[in-house]
């Protein structure tokens, strides 16, 4: 992945959001993404995907299938700084797949 130290991993990003109730709605999403319930996506460009959630500042998770089976976390964000997280997002992808693929 790109370095972390000038930008946030998904995870410092989840636990940075205050509310612990928006955290629990965020992580249950994510549980059932494991099992294959994408629930409401849309693609944004370039194979990556976007997790809409409709509550709090519209909060959003950028994603990418790998090989079928794994779902990577790209970054997360929100309405307000979304053009800015989908750019984010592709190249955190372009960057995993030069590195791994």
Not at 35 to 61: A, P
Not at 79 to 92: F, P
Request: positive net charge; glycine residues 8%.
């Amino acid at each position: 992945m790109p370095e972390r130290s000038r930008n946030l991993s998904f995870s410092e990003w989840l636990n940075a959001i205050r509310d612990q109730k928006t955290q629990r709605r965020i992580r249950t999403r994510l549980a059932a993404l494991k099992l294959g319930n994408f629930g409401d996506y849309k693609s944004v460009g370039e194979g990556v995907f976007e997790l809409r959630f409709h509550f709090g500042v519209g909060y959003r998770v950028y994603f990418r299938e790998v090989d079928n089976t794994v779902v990577l976390l790209l970054c997360g964000g929100d309405k307000l700084s979304q053009a800015r997280d989908i750019e984010r997002a592709k190249a955190y992808w372009l960057a995993y797949k030069e590195t791994y693929l």
